[in-house]
């Protein structure tokens, strides 16, 4: 199960944390990370990590701006957003890949206005 927090409404340029907890089961996790829906459009990956190593893949248009960390300790994995954009604004998923399947946590909106 994955829970989800941090999303909320920010003025351009500011800052935002997303958490996503992880609980149950936490063996066998390959992959943890975050997608997004803009309105209208489709998901999209925002940043991913992965745990056997700690690497991480970013969207161009998050580049430089967001940072995806986890705390192991926590099971849970950080998306900290900088400098944001309205074309940030969507609903937040964070996604957890164990033993070949994705869960999905219940999204977050994140509301960028100028």
């Known amino acids: 199960q994955l829970q989800a927090s941090g999303g909320g409404l920010v003025q351009a340029g500011g800052s935002l944390r997303l958490s996503c907890a992880a609980s149950?089961?936490?063996?066998?996790?390959?992959?943890m990370g975050w997608y997004r829906q803009p309105p209208g459009k489709q998901r999209e990956l925002v940043a991913r990590?992965?745990?056997?190593?700690?690497?991480?893949n970013y969207a161009d248009s998050v580049k430089g701006r967001f940072t995806i960390s986890r705390d192991d300790a926590k099971n849970t994995v950080y998306l900290e957003m900088n400098s944001l954009k309205p074309e940030d604004t969507a609903v937040y998923y964070c996604i957890m890949d164990q033993s070949f399947r994705r869960y999905w946590g219940q999204g977050t909106q994140v509301t960028v206005f100028s």
């Open positions: 990590i992965i745990t056997n190593g700690g690497s991480t």
């Open positions: 149950g089961s936490i063996f066998s996790i390959t992959v």
